[in-house]
Antibody, heavy 119, light 108 residues
């Protein structure tokens, strides 16, 4: 059974940093590109960042470019999102999601982890 | 930047057919998909590559595409289908992922 389990969320002050983790199991992690998608309270889904299966290619939404870094440790089957210079508008539930092999959509999602940026 | 437009809300009576549209420039050239998100839950893929249905998704869910518009159709809508629905496309030239703003489906 495919499972994606996020951790590392919480309350952080504006300007602060946080690292999210997503532990993957039940599939060959090294074969799949992965992404982070977020959802602000009461709002829609927003793509944040994607990473190729090898980890060599990264992509970021303009809203987080230069502040967030996506990475993966294929030896630990874990996806990461390093978040710096956090702003109130980064407050959201952050989902880890597995891309399908044709890269066009997400077939599995984690349960999400809440990040709150507030003083 | 690329945008996808959905109606904010759609209402349907139980047993009737609900249609939710998603519009975007040359959307037919990109693989559109649809997610269902019930309150407090993670999104679930219900349609991919415009018309395909993942295993485990009821046959009443179907998708279609015409030029710049993708449509999610739910036939014989049930109370359990009440949820938010999001379309999504992937721009292969930039690798950017775009979501529509979401449509709240109310079954009443």
């Amino acid at each position: 059974e495919v499972q994606l389990l996020e951790s590392g969320g919480g309350l952080v002050q504006p300007g602060g940093s946080l690292r999210l983790s997503c532990a993957a199991s039940g599939f060959t992690f090294t074969s799949y590109a992965m992404s982070w998608v977020r959802q602000a309270p009461g709002k829609g889904l927003e793509w944040v960042s994607s990473l190729s299966s090898s980890g060599y290619s990264t992509y970021y939404a303009d809203s987080v470019k230069g502040r967030f870094t996506i990475s993966r440790d294929n030896s630990k089957n874990t996806l990461y999102l390093e978040m710096h210079s956090l702003r109130a508008e980064d407050t959201a539930i952050y989902y880890c999601a597995r891309k399908t092999l044709d890269y066009s959509n997400y077939d599995y999602w984690g349960q999400g982890i809440l990040v709150t940026v507030s003083s | 930047s690329y945008e996808l437009t959905q109606p904010p809300s759609v209402s349907v009576s139980p047993g009737q057919t609900a249609s939710i549209t998603c519009s975007g420039d040359k959307l037919g050239d990109k693989y559109a998909c649809w997610y269902q998100q019930r309150p407090g839950q993670s999104p679930v893929l219900v349609i991919y590559q415009h018309t395909k249905r993942p295993s485990g998704i009821p046959e009443r869910f179907s998708g279609s595409n015409s030029g710049n518009t993708a449509t999610l159709t739910i036939s014989g809508t049930q109370a359990m289908d009440e949820a938010d629905y999001y379309c999504q496309a992937w721009d292969s030239s930039t690798a950017y992922v775009v979501f529509g703003g979401g449509t709240k489906l109310t079954v009443l």
